[in-house]
Every structure is written in structure tokens, then in C-alpha cells.
């Protein structure tokens, strides 16, 4: 035991002891050390084993103490505190009977444990308890004859001062247990109206929620209504947009020949040069955006053919051989063995390589680009072709990564300035690999290079349209 429980009125017990078990305990050792008191003093008047007498003095100390711990140690303390007042019951009819089987004592000691037993077991316990009253009084009087005593006038003064007493401590007793219970009362009755209140907010809480998700999907939905509105009416403004161009070019070109074929003139034709280079610049940043509103718009066909690997990647290093030329880069291509002929879009296919090296070419300078084919497969078992296109260039950060394949945004603004561009490439080639089957994926780190992978189905279903996620 701790040595801390020794300063405590009481001893200490569990949580699980029923109040009535620390309430009776002081009334019990006030009550049995009274009515004990009582007892020896009347128990002079008449001649009585030494046994009895410490065998009274021995109940009238200990037995509240016995009491306690049998009822704290028990599995239900208020069941064992209920058997408790009825051996208290029965030793206050044997110290009456005792006592002389005065009126007085026997009324006062009959009141005072009956009403514990009605004030803690009710109308049943406190008929037991009167018959337990009566049972110690009857076992008593066979042992002593039922002899009537005369008591000295400091008994009835010591019954009354144990009345007065036990009457005040069980009513103090049962005044601050009744305080306290109003007040854990008050604490939960508080709790429970700050729990009320909390559910009340988070009701509102999640009505609000609620009413923003529906305005946040509204507005989402408007969005992408708008987008597909945007994205349908440049698909179809795409030969609008596009003829005024190719004239443009083509009355260009008529005049350089025109010019070339005189053999002078050869400021108007640096002028002519500097026109058409504009203007297919122009064509090819309308030609990505278009791209990019036909997909969104769900508007891309698939034109699915039969074609050799090898002439696809002839076909791509042709076209961006002079890109690579201008930064004094070298451009390197492996195939890996036994792959066959591809059934895919060509076309597609072909704009997707030649914008990855594009880019590769654009922020590489004195380095080396490499292309690389190699057959796999898909989490289906579907056959792929992985494109890898290297480079030994500026490379990118992680922050940068997570932007790059956003429509009409690049790495930073920094290299807009610098490297120029529309930042559609990479949007478009991943949009296009998707419809190919595949997707596309970079990593990099910054001044070393970048890798850009591009995953397409080997041979995709022959129909005239075809969409993929």
C-alpha cells in the first residue's frame, strides 16, 4: 500500500466502490463505537464473562472496519454493503438486548439502523433489517434471559449523544454526496450542451461543405463546358486559321523564286526569307494549338496503320536533323533487335518523337541526343514500344517536372525568355501517346540532362477512330 494513504481519513478505494460503501464506513464506526460505549456502561450492572465483554469491545472497534474492506474488495460493492447493514442489524439488537432491553435504547437503535436501510435498500431492505433487529435481540435474550436492566442515566445520555450524532453525520454525509452529485450533474448536463453545440456547428460545417462541392462542381462543369466550347470552335476554325497562312507562304516562295530566277535583288529576298520564317513559325504554333483543341474537343482520329519501325525513325531524324545542327549537337539512334512492323498512327507517332527531340534539341548545346526503341509490355500483357529520348542539356528541377506537361506552360519563365517556345510540345505528345495506348514520362536533374519515355501499343485495333485513357 502506499505509505500516502495513511494521512487520509478513510482508506482508499478503487473507482469501482459504490458510494454508500465510504458513507456507511463513518457511520459505522460512529454509531458502533457509541452503541459499544453504551453497552459496557449498562453491562456493569450485571455479571458477565470477560469473553463477551471483548468480544463486544472487539465488534465494536473492528467490525466497521471489516465491513469496508468487504464490501470495497467485493464485485459489486452495493450488493455487499446491503449484507453489511443487516449484520449491522443484528448487532444492534444484541447490544440492545444486551443493555437491559430499555425502551429508550431499543427505539433509538432501531430507528437509526432502519433508516439506513430504507435510505439505502428500501421498503425491502428495511424490513430485513427490522427482522434482523428483532433476530439479534432474540439471540441475545436466550443468553442472557431476556433480563430487563434499570440504565444509568449516562447511557441514555450517551444513546441520545450517539443519535444526535449519527442522525447529524449521516445527514452532513448524505448533504455534500447530494452536492456532489448535483454538480457532476451540472458538469454533464454542461458537457452535453457544449457536444450539442459542437454537432450543431459541424452540421453547419458540413452543409457549408456541401453547398461549396456543389458550386465548386457547377463551376467545374461550366469550366469544362466552356473549355469543350472553346476547344469545338478552334477545331473548327482550323482550315479558317490555317489557309490565310499557307497563302502567305506559298505567294512567299513564288516570290523568292521570282526574285532568285532575275539574279538581283537580294534584299527583298533576306525580307522574303525572314516573312516565310515567320509565318511557319506562326503555322506551326496554330497547328499545335489547334492539335491541342482537337483532342480536348475529343475530335482526333486515329488513322491506324502498318509501318517498319526503322522508317519511322529515319523519317524523324530526317526532320529534325537541322534542329539538332543548330545547337552543334549530335543525334544518336539504337533500335533493339527483333522488333517487327508497328501497327499504330504514323503520323501521330511521328509528331510525338519529333517534338521530344525538338525539345531535347532546344536546351542542349555541345552535347549528344540519343533515341532509343525497345519492345515491353503494359500492365494488360499488351505489347508496347518504349521511345527513350536523352540528353545531356540544362535539365530540369522537381518543381519544374511537375509543371512540364501542363498546356501552354514550361519550366519557368526564365526559359520562355530564353529558349522561347509555346510550352504546347510536351502536352500535346503526352495527350497523343495516350491515344496511342501508351504515355509519356520525364526525369531529369538539373545540369546533367533530362530523360523523356514515351510508351505506345505495338499494335493498336484497325477502325477508322479510335480513343484511349
Known amino acids: 500500500m502506499n505509505t500516502a494513504s495513511h494521512d487520509l481519513p478513510f482508506p482508499r478505494a478503487p473507482q469501482r466502490v459504490h458510494p454508500t460503501v465510504r458513507l456507511d ?21 450485571r455479571a458477565m464473562p470477560i469473553g463477551v465483554v471483548v468480544l463486544m469491545c472487539g465488534i465494536a472497534l473492528l467490525w466497521p472496519h471489516l465491513a469496508y474492506q468487504v464490501a470495497s474488495r467485493a464485485r459489486d460493492s452495493k450488493a455487499a454493503e446491503r449484507r453489511n447493514l443487516l449484520v449491522d442489524s443484528v448487532l444492534m439488537g444484541v447490544f440492545t438486548s444486551l443493555t437491559g432491553l430499555d425502551p429508550w435504547i431499543c427505539v433509538v437503535s432501531f430507528t437509526a439502523i432502519n433508516a439506513a436501510n430504507l435510505s439505502i435498500g428500501g421498503l425491502r431492505l428495511g424490513l430485513m433489517g427490522a427482522g434482523c433487529f428483532v433476530l439479534g435481540i432474540l439471540g441475545a435474550g436466550l443468553h442472557t434471559g431476556f433480563e430487563v436492566l434499570p440504565v444509568p442515566l449516562l447511557a441514555q445520555a450517551m444513546t441520545a449523544l450517539a443519535v444526535v450524532t449519527y ?65 469545338t470552335f478552334l477545331a473548327n476554325m482550323s482550315h479558317e486559321l490555317r489557309t490565310p497562312l499557307n497563302a502567305v507562304i506559298g505567294y512567299t ?24 520564317g515567320a509565318a511557319r513559325h506562326l503555322l506551326q504554333m496554330i497547328n499545335d494549338v489547334l492539335d491541342l483543341s482537337k ?3 475529343d475530335r482526333m482520329e486515329l488513322h491506324v496503320e502498318s509501318f517498319d519501325l526503322a522508317e519511322l525513325l529515319d523519317q524523324v531524324v530526317s526532320t529534325t536533323q537541322p534542329l539538332v545542327a543548330v545547337n552543334r549537337n549530335s543525334l544518336q539512334v539504337y533500335r533493339a533487335p527483333g522488333l517487327g512492323p508497328l501497327q499504330s498512327d504514323l503520323t501521330k507517332l511521328r ?23 525497345a ?27 511537375g509543371r512540364l506537361f501542363q498546356p501552354f506552360v514550361q519550366a519557368d519563365a526564365e526559359t520562355t525568355r530564353k529558349y522561347g517556345g509555346t510550352g504546347l510540345g510536351l502536352a500535346i505528345s503526352r495527350r497523343l501517346c495516350r491515344l496511342l495506348g501508351g504515355d509519356v514520362s520525364a526525369i531529369s536533374t538539373p545540369g546533367t540532362g533530362s530523360l523523356f519515355c514515351a510508351t ?4 493498336l485495333p484497325v477502325v477508322a477512330r479510335e480513343r484511349v485513357d
Do not use: W
Open 253 to 276: 516562295e513564288m516570290l523568292e523564286e521570282d526574285f532568285a530566277a532575275r539574279g538581283d535583288h537580294a534584299a527583298p529576298l533576306a525580307d522574303l526569307g525572314r516573312i516565310k
Open 167 to 231: 442522525t447529524a453525520a449521516f445527514g452532513l454525509a448524505s448533504h455534500f454526496q447530494t452536492r456532489q452529485a448535483i454538480r457532476a450533474k451540472r458538469a454533464v448536463h454542461a458537457r452535453n450542451q457544449v457536444i450539442e453545440q459542437q454537432k450543431a456547428d459541424l452540421e453547419l460545417a458540413r452543409v457549408a461543405a456541401e453547398q461549396a462541392r456543389t458550386i465548386a462542381e457547377r463551376a467545374r462543369e461550366q469550366a469544362e463546358t466552356a473549355n469543350l466550347t472553346k476547344s
Open 351 to 373: 509528331q510525338v518523337l519529333i517534338n521530344l527531340v525538338s525539345n531535347a534539341a532546344k536546351f542542349t548545346s555541345d552535347g549528344a541526343i540519343v533515341i532509343a526503341a
Open 375 to 401: 519492345g515491353g509490355l503494359d500492365a494488360r500483357g499488351e505489347p508496347t514500344v518504349v521511345f527513350e529520348v536523352s540528353d545531356t542539356g540544362i535539365g530540369m528541377t522537381p518543381s519544374q517536372l
Open 456 to 459: 505506345v501499343r505495338a499494335q
Open 295 to 297: 483532342i480536348e474537343a
Open 25 to 45: 464506513y463513518g457511520l459505522r464506526v460512529v454509531g458502533h463505537g457509541f452503541f459499544g460505549a453504551v453497552a459496557l456502561a449498562v453491562l456493569q450492572l
